[in-house]
């Protein structure tokens, strides 16, 4: 067990990425808070740790308001009198949303969360984990997805994710050496975010082409990349991307 007496706040966990994380924290003995926008999603992540014989709690919330951020810090604290690794993982994107939503989920609230966690972390040490994207080290070509990529919220997302690399690094210079800030950045990975892609041949293909390993990624496999980050097989990493991409920004 790597997390063994650890206690992790995970946001955007009832979901994809975040939701194989908390599994996977629970599962390495970590104590789990599920902060989650959807409120049913969290408790049922949460109840799944629990039946897999973890500790888990869940708070809804948003991560875009700096009030929840630091209420489901606090609620960790509350939880387990100690907040060891926080996991910025929340994050929307896609044709439906505004510029102004996704650099407010996307970037205000990865900032709120180093900026507070770094705060309660500071005297104890601790582990901050940021979800950037292969979006965060290249733009992408608008022919692939014109409807994202070409428009408002597309930008949105490389700029934020791009933003997300920047915080990471400014908060690894203000937390070392005690609280280390990483983040990963994943490629096309098989949840809820990139259904509209796996449900249309042509986009599927673009992105499969541009990926040397030639799929997907799984929620899983972004989720061992964050235990490593989390624990101690990475203690002389800070302020650092892990890029887990398959291959697309090789090329
Ligand atoms: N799936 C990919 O291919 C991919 C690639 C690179 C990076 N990412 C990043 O990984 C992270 C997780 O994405 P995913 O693919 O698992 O998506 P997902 O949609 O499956 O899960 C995201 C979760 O975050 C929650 N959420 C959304 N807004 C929130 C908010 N304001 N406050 C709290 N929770 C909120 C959602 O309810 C959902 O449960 C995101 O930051 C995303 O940008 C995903």
Same mark, same amino acid.
């Given at each position: 067990?790597?997390?063994?007496?650890?206690?992790?706040?995970?946001?955007?966990?009832?979901?994809?990425? /975040?939701?194989? =994380?908390?599994?996977?924290? #629970?599962?390495?003995?970590? !104590? %789990?808070? %599920?902060?989650?926008?959807? *409120?049913?999603?969290?408790?049922?992540?949460?109840?799944? +740790?629990?039946?897999?014989?973890?500790?888990?709690?869940?708070?809804?919330?948003?991560?875009?308001?700096? *009030?929840?951020?630091?209420?489901?810090?606090?609620?960790? =604290?509350?939880?387990? @009198?100690?907040?060891?690794?926080?996991?910025?993982?929340? #994050?929307?994107? @896609?044709?439906?949303?505004?510029?102004?939503?996704?650099?407010?989920?996307?970037?205000?609230?990865?900032?709120?969360?180093?900026?507070?966690?770094?705060?309660?972390?500071?005297?104890?040490?601790?582990?901050?984990?940021?979800?950037? !994207?292969?979006?965060?080290?290249? @733009? &992408?070509? %608008?022919?692939?997805?014109?409807?994202?990529?070409?428009?408002?919220?597309?930008?949105?997302?490389?700029?934020?994710?791009? #933003?997300? $690399?920047?915080?990471?690094?400014? &908060?690894?210079?203000?937390?070392?050496?005690? %609280?280390?800030?990483?983040? =990963?950045?994943?490629?096309? +990975?098989?949840?809820?975010?990139?259904?509209?892609?796996?449900?249309?041949?042509?986009?599927?293909?673009?992105?499969?082409?541009?990926?040397?390993? /030639?799929?997907?990624?799984?929620?899983?496999?972004?989720?061992?990349?964050?235990? &490593?980050?989390?624990?101690?097989?990475?203690? &002389?990493?800070?302020?650092?991307? $892990?890029?887990?991409? @398959? /291959?697309?920004?090789?090329?």
């Amino acid at each position: 067990m790597k997390l063994q007496g650890k206690a992790a706040l995970i946001t955007g966990a009832g979901s994809g990425i /975040g939701r194989a =994380i908390a599994l996977l924290f #629970g599962a390495e003995g970590a !104590s %789990v808070l %599920v902060a989650e926008l959807n *409120e049913e999603a969290g408790r049922t992540v949460a109840r799944e +740790i629990e039946d897999a014989g973890g500790r888990a709690r869940t708070l809804p919330t948003d991560t875009s308001r700096e *009030e929840d951020v630091k209420a489901a810090i606090a609620a960790a =604290i509350d939880a387990w @009198g100690r907040l060891d690794i926080l996991v910025n993982n929340a #994050g929307i994107g @896609g044709a439906a949303y505004t510029w102004d939503q996704v650099i407010a989920v996307n970037l205000s609230g990865v900032y709120y969360g180093c900026l507070h966690g770094l705060e309660t972390m500071r005297e104890q040490g601790g582990v901050i984990v940021n979800m950037a !994207s292969m979006a965060g080290l290249v @733009g &992408f070509a %608008v022919a692939g997805l014109p409807e994202v990529f070409g428009s408002a919220p597309g930008n949105a997302y490389i700029a934020a994710k791009h #933003g997300v $690399l920047g915080l990471t690094k400014q &908060f690894a210079l203000a937390g070392a050496p005690g %609280v280390r800030v990483n983040c =990963i950045c994943p490629g096309w +990975i098989e949840t809820a975010l990139t259904q509209p892609l796996t449900q249309a041949q042509p986009l599927l293909d673009w992105a499969l082409q541009g990926t040397p390993m /030639g799929r997907l990624g799984q929620p899983e496999e972004i989720a061992k990349a964050a235990l &490593f980050l989390a624990g101690d097989d990475s203690s &002389f990493m800070t302020g650092a991307p $892990l890029i887990v991409d @398959g /291959g697309w920004t090789a090329r």
